[in-house]
């Protein structure tokens, strides 16, 4: 029996210029946009994009039909994005790429202009969140309140400068101070309030999400920071009809983990225990080197590993598992993060054995990508007429956003059936379940 395709959304052209901005402009924004603009020159391939490399079966393997991304879903060229951002300390992108040192001179050298012409506005920043870091280029305001409407004037400045149709937001700041939601959370008006007084519980991410929801702006969570899982921007995303999503750049070690640990369980093979260590010298790990910052990140670290392996339904295989992370600062590395894995699993009867992997992996190289398949996609689901948590890109998160009360899924290859089958949906083409007839 052949089933019917379901109808295609309505998805609005990507005419004109996208305009990308990123709160914090630092390893990572400015890898991004250096990526970018060499892509586009024809210097490099945008390796790492699932949008600009990756392929898309539609419909039966015998049909042949396996266009790349980029030509089957109508997303914005590399030739019509504008770049912009906040940071408290580096004044334009080249600054701030030459002071992380994860580019060499000579792949900066031609692209050196326009990656100046990149600068950076005033950061809302309070050093409370990032105790570490002391901030210079940042906006002197008497209030939250003021500091969020001078946001929303740098949004709408840019938007009019730079001659943008269409703006999204990715966060590629810092990792804030751990906090829970409070009162101030529950609600829009709450929030406003709090925004008024000045509550301490009121986070500079939450900020810029909230001054890009206002402005019609989608928001991109790359930190673990508490952003956009919180009552009041879920409730604002729906009012302004933006999509949101996060959280967490899925670079190093999670990546592995993702990968590895699904591999186990299709396997059935039994976990003991799962010791993880990391270390790097950039200005995440300078930050991540506080406690507070620390324990942030370590709860976005902790949770993949239960939803994927299942426990509950697998008391003999994973039902007692030792499941360590740290986080080293050790500045010799920069932004080159080693991460090795100590993986003690056990098969047959019961005999153990051992998986160790060690990483050494370049962190603003692997969240580049991420931060360019980000902006794309949410300006898609903007164009599409979409609004609140964009599950469907859990692929890229540590930490994904879940949309209803159920827990994230955080298993890499459902993530990407589950991205692909909704390209393949709001383009009215069927599913792919890779069943024997399919």
């Known amino acids: 029996m052949t089933s019917t395709?379901?109808?295609p959304l309505s998805i609005a052209p990507a005419t004109g210029r996208l305009g990308v901005l990123t709160p914090g402009l630092g390893a990572v924004a400015s890898t991004f946009i250096a990526g970018v603009l060499a892509a586009r020159s024809g210097q490099a391939a945008p390796i790492g994009s699932i949008t600009q490399m990756a392929h898309i079966r539609l419909?039966?393997?015998?049909e042949g039909r396996n266009p790349l991304i980029r030509e089957f879903v109508p997303l914005a060229s590399l030739d019509d994005l504008v770049f912009g951002g906040w940071d408290p300390i580096s004044a334009n992108a080249l600054e701030a790429a030459r002071v992380a040192g994860v580019l060499e001179q000579g792949d900066l050298s031609s692209i050196a202009a326009e990656l100046e012409g990149v600068v950076a506005m005033d950061a809302v920043f309070d050093q409370r969140w990032v105790s570490r870091l002391e901030g210079t280029r940042v906006k002197d305001l008497p209030s939250k309140w003021d500091m969020a409407l001078a946001l929303i004037d740098d949004i709408e400045r840019f938007r009019s400068e730079n001659?943008?149709?269409?703006?999204?937001m990715v966060w590629c700041g810092s990792t804030e101070a751990y906090q829970?939601?409070?009162a101030v959370h529950d609600s829009v008006e709450a929030f406003e309030a709090g925004l008024k007084a000045s509550d301490a519980n009121i986070a500079p991410s939450q900020i810029y999400a909230y001054a890009a929801l206002q402005s019609g702006v989608p928001f991109a969570n790359g930190a673990p920071n508490l952003a956009v899982d919180i009552p009041c921007m879920r409730e604002l995303s729906r009012r302004r009809g933006v999509p949101i999503a996060g959280k967490d750049f899925k670079t190093g070690q999670t990546l592995m983990k993702t990968l590895i640990a699904p591999g186990l369980k299709a396997r059935m093979l039994g976990l003991r225990g799962w010791?993880?260590?990391n270390i790097l010298g950039n200005r995440d790990g300078e930050v991540l080197d506080d406690p507070e910052n620390f324990k942030t990140k370590e709860s976005s670290k902790l949770g993949v590993l239960d939803t994927i392996l299942q426990p509950e339904d697998y008391p003999d295989l994973y039902g007692n598992i030792d499941h360590v992370v740290r986080i080293n600062y050790y500045p010799p590395r920069g932004d080159n993060k080693e991460g090795w894995d100590a993986i003690d699993i056990f098969g047959w009867l019961g005999y153990?054995?051992?998986?160790?992997?060690d990483f050494l992996c370049r962190d603003s190289i692997l969240a580049a990508p991420i931060v360019l398949d980000l902006a794309l996609f949410m300006d898609l689901a903007a164009r599409a007429g979409q609004s609140d948590v964009q599950e469907w890109l859990s692929f890229y998160f540590k930490a994904p956003q879940p949309a209803?009360?159920?827990e994230p899924e955080h298993d890499l290859f459902i993530q990407q059936t589950k991205l692909k089958n909704t390209l393949r949906q709001w383009m009215g083409e069927q599913p792919v379940t890779h069943s024997e007839a399919g």
Not at 59 to 62: D, K, L, T
């Open 5 to 7: 395709a379901p109808a």
């Open 59 to 62: 419909g039966h393997r015998e």
């Open 163 to 168: 001659g943008c149709e269409r703006l999204v």
């Open 180 to 182: 829970e939601a409070s």
């Open 275 to 277: 010791y993880s260590t």
């Open 352 to 357: 153990p054995m051992q998986i160790k992997i």
């Open 404 to 406: 209803t009360e159920l």
